[in-house]
């Protein structure tokens, strides 16, 4: 069976303190996951070895970095490369969210080596995905989510596909308190699948897929009980301990 996975990305929020009180309230509340079942704290870097420290007794329960660099190592001043946080003890990376594309160019070819690296050490990624509301509009989602799969993804051996995570993030429903229908999140998730199977066969309904746009305490159980959708990358809400202990329930 999949992986049911609820990420939470913290993105540039919270004191240490703040943090350390947000993961002791979230443990605290003991929840009991199911085998296959995962919460992750993708967690600014000042912050990972905090949650790393956290997470080390508990099970199922894992830490992820919310970016990393494109290249090996270098003269590249203020940034962090897969190798630093594999030496830390980092498994898990989110790897070309929205905002990383937006707000700092991020290309799909970029975001190939970024997976190349975090594969050669050991690190997860949760591979971002999706489309603006510009391109909604006009009905091309589908191909626009293909190109940025086949540009990024399509280049990995079988077996190194198998070990990443996507989230598909439909854009326009990022901080704007918008969400896709279910029937949209399924739509997509379900051309995800298609696309990924056409390349990779049956190892393609091995791949979690996650939901990431304005998943809420409220709304978590339906989207996460679409056949395609298998948890959810999440924002605001996983900044407030019971909201995200209820999103973490609702995992099926």
């Not at 594999?86 to 929205?98: A, E, F, N, Y």
């Not at 996650?210 to 990358?233: H, I, M, Q, T």
Request: hydrophobic content about 40%; overall charge negative; glycine content about 8%.
């Amino acid at each position: 069976m999949r992986k049911q996975i609820a990420a939470a990305n913290w993105k540039m929020n919270l004191t240490f303190q703040q943090a350390e009180k947000l993961l002791d309230d979230v443990l605290g509340a003991k929840i009991q996951f199911k085998g296959y079942q995962q919460a992750i704290f993708a967690v600014p870097f000042p912050y990972l070895l905090l949650t790393r420290s956290e997470l080390e007794e508990e099970k199922n329960y894992y830490v992820a970095a919310q970016n990393c660099y494109h290249k090996k190592n270098g003269a590249f001043t203020g940034e962090v490369s897969a190798e630093m946080l594999h030496s830390i003890g980092v498994g898990h990376c989110v790897v070309g969210h929205s905002e990383r594309r937006e707000y700092f160019g991020e290309t799909n070819s970029m975001l190939a080596d970024k997976l190349d690296l975090c594969l050669e050490n050991f690190i997860t990624p949760i591979f971002c995905c999706g489309e603006p509301l510009a391109i909604r509009d006009t009905g091309a989602q589908n191909e626009f989510v293909e190109t940025q799969l086949r540009e990024s993804i399509f280049h990995l051996s079988p077996d190194s596909f198998q070990r990443i995570i996507i989230a598909y993030e439909p854009i326009w429903a990022i901080g704007t308190g918008k969400t896709a229908t279910t029937g949209q999140a399924q739509e997509m998730h379900a051309h995800i699948r298609s696309c990924l199977s056409k390349k990779y066969g049956a190892a393609a309904d091995e791949v979690s897929i996650l939901y990431g746009g304005s998943v809420k305490a409220g709304n978590a159980r339906e989207l996460f009980s679409c056949p395609d959708v298998d948890g959810g990358l999440v924002g605001g809400a996983s900044l407030i301990a019971a909201d995200f202990i209820k999103i973490i329930a609702g995992l099926k």
